[in-house]
């Protein structure tokens, strides 16, 4: 590659592209790298177009590569409704810009108002704070140290080092001190032992220039970010009955919480890069209602609570577009710390890997109708994604707390399944469909899933079919208050209850709902709602413990706000890989959601 030339930009600068390049002039082409370069440029989000042009170079051993790219809005400014699954409907308005004064850094501010939820939140990123051969052209000390060697007395080697300025002038004192000897002896000897010595000095930069040269881009970035939210959590309701077939007005509490956040990656191979984040959090509990469990009331009695988070996580990515994958993996592995040497009032660690590989079956164009490019593809693609969270309480480093009054583990810190980022076609968390455990918030969740992807428009318009699946499980032994009485003593609970009925009312009570009287999916309503079904043990991790659901819909890249709208069917096991309706609630359910917050 003789020149690399990058033409077309407006208002990016020019290094913004050249930094993502895994090829370098000088190099031999690798098409292969090339492709790939020009993926990355593509997924920064601000071109809407990147095509790569090979010109013949000044002889036949030598070509250019063109990189020619059109710009695209990346300034955001909106505002409208939207729906969450845990925020409802919310209006937002939301100001941003991905690519500040053409440098890459990114910055946005969000405001959301509804009847769950209402934050505003402050988010800085730039992506290439750091980069140690940023500095480095490939052949800086590489030429000096020809200059050094072709010198022809020491005046010579003088002038030379008196080119060396800056961050570099303490190196050209020193070789200017390496030339003394040589104003006193004009020998061939002495001059070539002063060049041995300065040798001997540049050989550590010559060969960091040389590494720098040959290995691709390895850069760190920052992120900050700042919110308040407040937000009502629906919580389960304090049980006034033994009676477990009893139905209960449900409850809900308010958290406000300030937080703030910093973070860091780093990219260090091809398409690995690993990052660290520590996240602080204030946060205080109100407003329970009339019904509200005996430990969400000692919540709200403890006043402002601290939350000290550490996240370290690793990353592989080799997905050719990450707006609209047509192939490759995405795998994200990370461990969250909480309390203990940190500090606060939580403690627990919360492991997670997350996986998502993408294939494409075909490639259709209507016939030639459209022009085929190589980040606009006419490509049937299926997506795999499977998801596992790990989360045990831990304890404090340093003093007492006890648990029963202040848990480890706050509720709002659990793990929920349903709505559209888990568990499509379930309401979130209370959905009647789930185990009574689960609607408490789970310490382990599995999720999986698959969806095939036709394109009417690829950089737009999809036509999704998909299969969702998800369990959660628990840490009987963390339990504390209302929670661990009612799991210890529930089977006994239920024996005493069954007692007053007759062979007749327990047949039906095991086996049909009283909403609508149709059948359960499973063969018992109380070994389903057991607490000791719901920990994560070798017995309990099976189909007929998960749930799952299947649709079809549409998902539209609009980029100010990608909008998905599915329906979904709520399915059930039944044996082998056979997968039904669940009896009474078949319906497919509307499906609406904002953005890929899956997982």
């Known amino acids: 590659i003789e020149n690399i030339i990058v033409k077309g930009m407006v208002k990016t600068q020019e290094r913004v592209i050249r930094r993502e390049l895994l090829v370098k002039e000088g190099h031999l082409f690798n098409s292969a790298l090339v492709n790939r370069s020009r993926e ?3 997924n920064l989000g601000y071109f809407k177009e990147v095509n790569l042009q090979m010109r013949p170079g000044s002889d036949d051993q030598k070509l250019n590569l063109i990189i020619d790219v059109q710009e695209q809005p990346t300034g955001t400014i909106s505002l409208g409704g939207g729906y969450g699954t845990q925020s409802g409907f919310s209006v937002f308005t939301e100001v941003g810009e991905n690519n500040l004064n053409g440098t890459g850094q990114k910055i946005s501010g969000k405001l959301q108002y509804g009847p769950l ?11 290439w704070i750091y980069e140690a051969c940023d500095d480095s052209t490939g052949s800086f ?25 800056n961050n570099y002038s303490e190196i050209g004192k020193i070789i200017r001190g390496y030339t003394e000897p040589v104003k006193s002896d004009k020998s061939i000897e002495a001059l070539d032992l002063t060049k041995v010595k300065i040798r001997r000095l540049l050989r550590k930069f010559v060969a960091d220039e040389e590494e720098c040269y040959r290995s691709i881009p390895r850069p760190w970035a920052l992120s900050l970010y700042a919110s308040y939210a407040t937000e009502t959590i629906r919580a389960s309701s304090l049980r006034i009955s033994d009676d477990s077939n009893d139905l209960f007005e449900g409850s809900q509490y308010e958290v406000s919480s300030v937080g703030v956040g910093a973070g860091i990656s780093h990219t260090f191979w091809l398409n690995w890069a690993h990052y660290h984040r520590y996240s602080p959090q204030w946060s205080i509990a109100s407003r329970p209602t009339s019904l509200a469990e005996n430990e969400i009331l000692r919540r709200v009695g403890l006043g402002w609570q601290f939350k000290s988070a550490l996240t370290n996580g690793l990353i592989y990515d080799t997905r050719d577009n990450v707006f609209n ?11 969250e710390f909480v309390g203990q040497m940190l500090g606060g009032q939580d403690h627990y660690n919360q492991y997670t890997i997350n996986g998502k590989y993408y294939m494409w079956w075909f490639d259709y164009t209507f016939g030639g109708l459209f022009r085929k490019q190589a980040l606009k593809r006419w490509r049937v693609v299926s997506e795999f994604r499977a998801s596992a969270t790990f989360t045990h309480e831990t304890a404090p480093f340093r003093g007492h707390q006890n648990k029963e009054i202040n848990p480890f583990i706050e509720p709002q810190d659990k793990l929920f399944l349903g709505g559209y980022e888990s568990l499509r076609g379930y309401d979130f968390r209370t959905d009647r469909n789930f185990p009574l455990p689960w609607q408490d918030g789970g310490s382990h969740m599995f999720l999986a899933g698959t969806e095939l992807r036709f394109p009417i428009e690829p950089t737009l318009v999809w036509l999704a079919a998909f299969l969702d699946a998800g369990s959660l499980y628990d840490n009987v032994g963390e339990f504390t208050g209302d929670t661990k009485t009612y799991a210890n003593n529930y089977r006994e609970i239920v024996a005493v209850n069954n007692a007053r009925l007759d062979a007749g009312q327990l047949y039906f009570l095991e086996r049909y709902s009283p909403y609508n009287f149709a059948r359960y999916p499973y063969d018992s309503y109380y070994d389903w709602n057991d607490p000791l079904r719901a920990v994560l043990s070798e017995r309990n991790v099976s189909l007929d413990r998960m749930l ?7 998902r539209i890249q609009i980029p100010v706000l990608p909008l998905r709208l599915f329906l979904a069917q709520k399915l059930y096991h039944t044996s082998g890989l056979k997968l039904k309706p669940i009896p009474g609630d078949s319906k497919f359910q509307f499906v609406f959601g904002i953005g890929d917050f899956r997982f």
């Open 548 to 554: 799952f659901s299947w649709g079809f819909g549409v």
């Open 117 to 127: 939820t209402k934050q505003i939140s402050f988010q800085w990123t730039d992506p």
């Open 141 to 165: 000390w590489r030429n000096k140290q020809k200059q050094f060697d072709g010198a022809a007395d020491g005046e010579s080697i003088e002038k030379i080092a008196a080119s060396l300025q």
């Open 325 to 335: 994958p047509t192939q490759g993996l995405n795998l994200d592995m990370s461990i």
């Open 40 to 42: 990355k440029i593509y």
